[in-house]
Structures are given as C-alpha cells and as structure tokens.
C-alpha cells in the first residue's frame, strides 16, 4: 500500500507540473508540441516491453504483448520524427 | 541491472521529458526540446530491455522492428499538409499499446492468480480498467479523427442531435464494466465487454465533431492518451510511465484549452462530443 500511495504522490506532482510547463504558446508551435507530446505518451513502450518480456505459456498473453510494442513502437518512432520534421519546416520560414 | 540505476535512469528520462515539453513551447528552442525528450525516450527503452523480469525477447525485438520500421516509412513519407492526421495516427496507436499492455498484464495475472488480496486486489484491477477503457476510448476516437482529416468518412459532423446522451450511457455503461470487474476479476468476458463499450464510446465522442475541430480533438486524445499511459504505471508499479504520462496529460489538457481559444471553439463541447458546426 506504501508504494501505491508513493505512486500516487508522484501522480499528482507530475498533475501539477504539466499544467504548470504549458503557459503562452504561439500558435505556429500549437501542431509540433502537440506532435512532440504525443511522442512522450509513447513512453507506455516501456510498460508494453515488460508485458511482452513477461513469463506465459498463454498465445494471447504474447500476441497482446507483441501488438502493445509495436503500437509503442510506431508511436514513439514515428511521433520524434514527425515532430522533428515539422520543427525544420519551421526553421526554413522563419 | 540494479534497480537503483534503472530507477535513477528512469529519473534522468522524467528531467529530459519535463525540459523537453518547456523546450517546445518556444520557438528557439523547439528542436533543442525535442531532441531532449527524445534522448530520455531512448535512455527509458535500453533500461528497461536490461530489466531481469523480462524473460522472453522475441515478442520485443519483434515488435520494435515492426512498429519501427512502419513508423519511421510513415513519419519520413507522409505529406507536410497530412500532417495532423498523421499525428491522430500515432497517437492512436500510442493509446492502442496500452489497451494492449493492459489487457496481457490483467490475462497474466488471471493465469497466476496474483491480484493479491484485498485493497491491492481492487487497485490492481482498478487500474487495468482505467487504463484499458482510456486506451480504447485513445485508439478509436484517434481513429475516426484520421479518417475525417483523411476524408475516408466525410467531415461533417455525424451523428443525431441526442447523441450526448448516448455518450452518457456508453461512459456510464463502461464505469459500471469497471465496477463489475473489481467485484469480480475473473470474469473475461465482461472484460472485453467493457472493453468494447470503450471503445464504441471513442466513436460516438469524435463522429458527432466536424473537421475544422479535429486539430483541437486530437489535442485532447493526446491528453488522454497521456492518462492511459499513466494508468498503466500504476498497473506496472513503474515511475517513469507515471511521470510522462501525467505530465502528457495535462499538458495536453492545457494545450487542448489554448487551442481552443486560438480557434475559438467551446472546449466542453469537444469534451463531450457535442454537434460542432459543419467544419
């Protein structure tokens, strides 16, 4: 139960600090950042990996795992690189 | 690998994160900020392909060639205007991993019988729910964005007047799946019920919106896919998912509510899936 309440502190902290990272934004940055946290969210490819890791004789236990890495994945790789295009558009405007 | 240095590894991850979203806000530093974030990503994946629990490597190194290559191919040759559906994409997908995630921990544990008792049995199922009826509502609401910026189904705002009331029902519906399942883990089939509901309600919440909307709705399905992967922390007991996911979520949220003014949209109509206007 300790380590769910300590979980649950960094929950709320982390809450708190994403309202508070986001203040004045200009407009042309709305998509990339938009893009760029998207790619963050990917972070759920560490939790996908442990599924997948995981011990199990179950063939449905695997495929799930196998499909949450590859979502992961594709999001992860896919969000960066996007972002990173978007921001060298960006560049060249301005 | 020591779980101090993973957990000091997953800890740097967080920092690079937290300075990778202020890096984006502002337009000098937006590459720097990205390439952070994406360094901490890097630093979060070789640690955690070092824990000692994992056992198995095939389904990993299958699926990171997999979502890898597909993503890169697509990232690389996806049009500058197809752009936000692109993301609508992703992020489905990101939402999609941890339906997937969520759902292969909660079938392991039936098979182990490990819920473990009391308070702990009920937060542990409690958590497998959120996270898969946020997931669900992420990939298929993600889903119909793409299909309407795509223009696969038309843009205009699809649906009949009462449709806020379905929504109601389906999000009702899913909390009661919820309920349910925590008086009763081992019922599977009510499970992927819930699960469907879920994911029906992530339909009905974007199909009612018009085009013009969908930049703001694919904020907010960030936002929520940010919570998902949250969620699954609390089901994985693992501080680097949680603090990347919260901060995604209310970032986002934040971002949803600037986009919103900047396009002047009622951000609780897009919330609730509310008829917008022909866009």
Redesign the interface.
């Known amino acids: 139960?300790d380590?769910?309440l300590f979980?649950f502190s960094?929950?709320v902290l982390?809450?708190?600090?994403?309202?508070e990272?986001?203040?004045?934004?200009?407009?042309?940055?709305?998509?990339?950042?938009?893009?760029?946290?998207?790619?963050?969210?990917?972070?759920?490819?560490?939790?996908?990996?442990?599924?997948?890791?995981?011990?199990?004789s179950?063939t449905?236990?695997?495929a799930?795992?196998?499909?949450?890495?590859?979502?992961?994945?594709?999001?992860?790789?896919?969000?960066?690189?996007?972002?990173?295009?978007?921001?060298?558009?960006?560049?060249r405007k301005? | 690998m020591n779980i101090t240095i993973v957990n000091l590894a997953y800890l740097l991850a967080a920092v690079l994160?937290?300075l990778?979203?202020?890096g984006?806000?502002?337009?000098k530093t937006?590459?720097r900020?990205?390439m952070l974030?994406?360094t901490g990503?890097l630093i979060?994946?070789v640690v955690?392909?070092l824990?000692r629990?994992?056992?198995?490597?095939d389904?990993?190194v299958?699926?990171?060639v997999?979502?890898?290559v597909?993503?890169?191919v697509?990232?690389?040759k996806?049009k500058?205007t197809a752009?936000?559906q692109?993301?609508a994409?992703?992020?489905g997908?990101?939402g999609?991993?941890?339906?997937?995630?969520a759902?292969?921990?909660y079938?392991?544990s039936l098979?182990r019988a490990d819920f473990g008792t009391g308070?702990?049995a009920v937060?542990a199922v409690f958590f497998v729910a959120v996270t898969v009826i946020i997931g669900a509502v992420t990939l298929t609401g993600s889903l119909v964005a793409f299909a309407k910026l795509q223009e696969i189904i038309p843009g205009k705002p699809l649906g009949f007047a009462g449709m806020r009331y379905l929504n109601g029902v389906l999000f009702l519906a899913s909390l009661a799946g919820l309920a349910m399942l925590i008086a009763n883990p081992g019922n599977t089939p009510l499970f992927w019920l819930t699960v469907a509901v879920a994911a029906v309600l992530g339909l009905t919440l974007v199909l009612p919106i018009g085009g013009a909307d969908m930049?703001v709705v694919?904020?907010l399905l960030?936002s929520y896919?940010?919570i998902?992967?949250?969620a699954?922390?609390?089901?994985?007991?693992?501080?680097?998912?949680?603090?990347?996911?919260?901060?995604?979520?209310?970032?986002?949220?934040?971002?949803t509510k600037?986009?919103c003014v900047?396009m002047n949209r009622s951000l609780t109509n897009v919330l609730f899936g509310v008829m917008g206007e022909v866009g």
Not at chain 1, 14 to 19: E, I, K, Y
Not at chain 2, 53 to 57: G, V
Not at chain 2, 96 to 101: K, V
């Open positions: 139960m380590t769910i979980l960094l929950f982390a809450l708190f600090l994403g309202v990272l986001i203040t004045k934004v200009p407009p042309t940055l709305h998509t990339p950042l938009m893009a760029g946290a998207n790619a963050i969210s990917g972070i759920t490819i560490v939790g996908a990996i442990l599924a997948a890791g995981a011990d199990t179950s449905l236990v695997h799930l795992g196998f499909i949450a890495v590859t979502m992961a994945t594709l999001n992860v790789v896919g969000g960066y690189l996007v972002t990173n295009r978007m921001l060298a558009m960006f560049k301005s | 994160f937290i990778g979203i202020k984006l806000t502002r337009p937006a590459v900020g990205n974030s994406a990503m979060a994946v955690t392909l824990d629990s994992i056992l198995t490597y389904f990993i299958a699926g990171l997999v979502g890898g597909i993503g890169a697509m990232a690389l996806v500058m752009m936000p692109m993301v994409l992703l992020n997908s990101g999609g991993a941890s339906l997937g995630l759902a292969a921990s079938l392991q098979e308070a702990i937060l930049p694919i904020a960030n896919s940010g998902a992967a949250a699954a922390g609390f089901i994985m007991g693992n501080t680097v998912l949680i603090i990347a996911g919260s901060l995604v979520g209310t970032s986002g949220l934040i971002l600037i986009m900047a």
